[in-house]
């Protein structure tokens, strides 16, 4: 479909860094909420994401591109 990108989000679960394949596009946002909808992390995509401040837990990382969701997964 349309905008959709096959992303791979590797290790998970993780507990220090998410690395992501391929190379997102620019103008990309990586969001992580956590189980009660709070946003713990908003800011430009990278192909590496710290979350070693993050406690163990689920969370739902999505990308958006002008602001179309490209992935979704907890």
Same mark, same amino acid.
């Given at each position: ?15 220090? =860094? ?24 908003? =800011? ?17 990382? =999505? ?12």
């Amino acid at each position: 479909g349309k905008g959709e990108l096959e992303i791979i989000m590797h290790p998970n679960p993780s507990s220090n =860094k998410l690395f992501f394949t391929p190379i997102p596009p620019i103008n990309t946002v990586i969001k992580i909420f956590d189980s009660t909808g709070r946003t713990i992390i908003s =800011k430009p995509f990278r192909q590496e994401i710290d979350i070693s401040f993050i406690e163990e837990g689920f969370y739902l990382v =999505k990308i958006f591109s002008n602001n179309e969701v490209l992935f979704n997964k907890t």
